[in-house]
C-alpha cells in the first residue's frame, strides 16, 4: 500500500502541482480508502514529504564507493542529475515555497533525512581516516550541494562535470585529513 500511494502521490503533484493535489484523487488512483493515508501520514504536506523523500532516496542513492572524494562525486553527480529532472526541479521549488500548509515541518523532516544520509559518506571517510575528525556533517553537505542549488536557482549556469569536481575538491582541501 505505502509503495502505491508514494508513487501515485509523486504522479499527481507533477501532474496538478501542490496546490490542486488531493487525497480523495490519490486514494482513488492507488486502490485505497482516504482514511488509510490520513491515518499514517495524517497531512497532505507529511504525504507529499514521504513520497519526494522515497522518490529521491531512489533516484539519489548513498554511495558507498571506498573513498570519500568518489562518494562525494557519486552524491553530487547523482543531485545534480535530480534537480535537472522535471520532478528534481518542482522538489526544490515547492521547497522555496513559504505558503504551504503543514509544509515547514514536513520541509525539515525532508531535509533532515537528505543530510542524515549523505551524513553516512562522512561517517565512514572519517572511520577510514579520510576525514578531520570533528567535522559538522550537516554544514559540510549544506556547503557541498549549495553550489549546484544557486546555479539551478539563481545564477542558472551549467551543472556539469567540471563544477561537480571543483566544488568536492575545494570541499576536499577543508574537511580532509592531513596526510603525513
Known sequence: MRTAVLTVTV??????????LSIREIAKRAGVHESSIYRR?????????????????LQVPTPDTGSL????????????????TPLGENVVRMALRRDLPDSDA?????????F??????????????????GIDRFLTLETLVGPLYLRLLLTREPLNEAIIENVVDLMLTGIAAERA
Open 106 to 114: 514536513a520541509r525539515d523532516r525532508f531535509w533532515t533525512d537528505r
Open 11 to 20: 504522479d499527481v503533484l507533477f501532474e496538478s502541482g501542490f496546490d490542486a
Open 69 to 84: 572524494r568518489a562518494d562525494l562525486l557519486a552524491l553530487l553527480r547523482a543531485i545534480a542529475a535530480f534537480i535537472g
Open 41 to 57: 501520514w495524517g497531512t497532505k504536506a507529511d504525504l507529499i514529504s514521504d513520497a519526494l523523500a522515497s522518490r529521491m532516496g
Open 116 to 133: 542524515t544520509r549523505g551524513s553516512v559518506i562522512l561517517d565512514r571517510a572519517e572511520a577510514r581516516g579520510e576525514l578531520r575528525p
